[in-house]
């Protein structure tokens, strides 16, 4: 026997609409009213599908402190995704060092920290991270970047965007080129 979607108590749809795509999701919202409007539950769909896909990496009723829509939270952490782990730094560059410098982004309560990696001077094999950029999301659904110029972030712990002393920070444009480069230039306003 079989049973129509629409037979399903709405919970188990949704549900299952959390198991598809953001592509999928669209295409089944185009086949009713109804649907379009199930599809529209931003927290019973698009939470749940953040928090499956980055909800041990990352605290994701943080981000935008909660008053984002999961849908563009989602779109927002699938493009800082491609950020995570090792790059190296192009560009001005310190001509003195003998090796190109490596930047780590990792996630963070409700942003992700981007730190410079340095070799110890200490004659050792250790490393050490700096950090020095925090890319976040405004309540609003604005990306927030900024570069840490006074380094406030020494220790490496990171902290919640909403806690850093906004003074010491420089707002910064993060444009992404493709999937393997990113350009930090300074923002006017």
């Keep these: ?18 198991f598809l795509s953001p592509t999928e999701i669209c295409s089944f919202a185009c086949t009713s009213k109804r649907f379009a409007s199930l599809c529209r539950e931003d927290r019973k769909i698009w939470h749940v599908m953040c928090d499956r896909r980055w ?19 989602y779109r927002t952490l699938k493009r800082l995704e491609n950020l995570i782990g090792f790059w190296r730094l192009c560009g001005r560059a310190n001509p003195a060092d003998s090796s190109p410098p490596l930047v780590f982004f990792e996630w963070g309560s409700s942003f992700v920290l981007g730190s410079r990696v340095l070799a110890t001077n200490d004659d050792t094999y250790r490393v050490r991270k700096t950090p020095f950029l925090v890319l976040g999301i405004s309540p609003e659904g604005r990306t927030e970047n900024f570069l840490d110029l006074d380094g406030n972030h020494r220790s490496g712990v990171p902290v919640d965007l909403s806690e850093l002393e906004r003074s010491s920070l420089v707002p910064v444009d993060v444009n992404f080129m493709g999937n393997g480069h990113i350009m930090v230039e300074e923002n006017p306003c």
Excluded: V
Aim: hydrophobic fraction near 45%.
């Design 1 to 18: 026997m079989a049973l129509a979607l629409c037979d399903i108590p709405e919970d188990l749809q949704l549900r299952i609409l959390s």
């Design 55 to 73: 909800g041990k990496k990352t605290q994701i009723q943080k981000w935008g402190n909660g008053r984002i829509a999961y849908k563009l939270l």
